[in-house]
């Protein structure tokens, strides 16, 4: 059996570290708020490169809640990719603004930024690159636009803790970068847990604001705001795994390198990695004929394997609304038609790799 993600070996392979950490904030009993949470945001923004982090209570929250800070609502637009996780385009919806979606560069899966440039409009605020599966979009010219038109950019790297654009960590490109903590994302709570960084010192406060009932202090309501925290237990935990990270990262990298070795010369088309890129792989995806098929050998050989993702949002029923019809972003269709992704795990060993890629080989003939 060989699990897409395996969240027990990783466990066991920290369990002492771990276990202390949950300890020692059980003793505190500072659930809310405690010392970890303000320890982690600063570990994680210097991580990051960014000057402030503002834990907060997922991925989604960190992407609502810094729309919010830009003042972003009815009226406006935010440009952003179709193939991603919802919660990209939720938070978009969820303000009352509009998403408007352009078609993917199909060599990378990330936004196009020649489609994001036919896409400005007057009414445009903010630009969401999304670093798809731990590898970076293509910042530069997006950078470049947003300083043309005044934009925002704002980084989805819920999927790319780590990962670099020409030496510089996702997150701290855009005004702020959001991070998901969910367990199995490459830096994972046990539980939910998100991050904002930013190094605008104005935007970490209405950040740091709305995630707390916009209280400057503890029944001062300066206004009104939510309750999106980041719990204590879990900042203990991310804490720990923090230092553990780069190594994993690199555990990451070999094996997707050897993937790409070992499914060289077949059907299977391996990812590529920009050259401006240092991917970290939260995902290793790849196209295949007959992708059903692919999947049913695999599973009866109990390997795991998933489709991120099988429908691209500007088809989902929720999205409807927007108007969008079959063919209109035909590189996502394409891409949602074709891409499965592979076991990838720190704590996956070369054998298990080379079983994976046997089991293709034969699903490949069959
Ligand atoms: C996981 C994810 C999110 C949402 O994060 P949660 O912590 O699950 O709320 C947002 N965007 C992308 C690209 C993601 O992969």
New binding site residues.
Partial sequence: MIPLVDLKAQYHSIKDEIDSAISETLSDAQFVAGKSVTEFEIEFAQYSAAKYGIGVA??????HLILRACDIGPGDEVITTPF??I??VEAIAILGAKPILVDIDPSNFNIDPNQVSSAISDRTKAIIP?H?YGQPADMKPLIEMSQRHGLNIIE?A??SHGAEYEGMKTGSMGIAG?F???PA?NLGAYG???MVITSDYETNKKVRLLRDHGRSDKYTHLQIGFGERLDTIQAAILRVKLRHLNKWTEKRRSIAKLYNQLLDDTAVKTPSENTYSKHVY?QYVVRVPKRDNVIDILTEQRIGSGIHYPIPLHLQPALSYLGYQVGDLPHAELAAKEVMSLPIYPEMTESQVTIVSNVLHQALIL
């Fill in positions: 997922s991925g989604t929250a960190a992407l991603t996780f919660a990209t999304v798809l989805d819920a999927q959001c998901s903590f969910y994302k939910d847990g998100g939260h």
